[in-house]
């Protein structure tokens, strides 16, 4: 069965860190470009970064250019968000997805397997 698996998610003040995880389980992730996204309350589903199969290849929203940094193990069949210099805006629930090609997009219309979400709420 093919499942992600997002974690990592939490509440953190204004300034902080997470790192959110991707893990990969009844496929390898190898072959595939990973996108994360994330959903506010009220608001459509948006494309925060994006890695090709290699790892050579990035793609980062504007609001998180400088702050987010993507990257994958391939050996962990895992994907990681580190997300820095985290403010309010950041807040919502964070997706994994894979997308068949291999070198990724922001667009989520892109994407086929996803994960089941992980919450991150930036609040003092």
């Known amino acids: 069965q093919l499942q992600l698996v997002e974690s990592g998610g939490g509440l953190v003040q204004p300034g902080g860190s997470l790192r959110l995880s991707c893990a990969a389980s009844?496929?390898?992730?190898?072959?595939?470009?990973i996108g994360w996204f994330r959903q506010a309350p009220g608001k459509e589903r948006e494309g925060v970064s994006c890695?090709?199969?290699?790892?050579?290849?990035?793609a980062y929203a504007d609001s998180v250019k400088g702050r987010f940094t993507i990257s994958r193990d391939n050996g962990k069949n895992t994907v990681y968000l580190q997300m820095n210099s985290l403010n309010s805006e950041d807040t919502g629930v964070y997706y994994c997805?894979?997308?068949?090609?291999?070198?990724?997009?922001?667009?989520?219309?892109?994407?086929?397997?996803w994960g089941q979400g992980t919450q991150v709420t930036v609040s003092s």
């Open positions: 009844g496929f390898t992730l190898d072959f595939y470009a």
């Open positions: 997805a894979v997308e068949p090609g291999s070198s990724g997009s922001l667009n989520q219309y892109e994407y086929e397997y």
């Open positions: 890695i090709g199969s290699s790892g050579g290849n990035t």
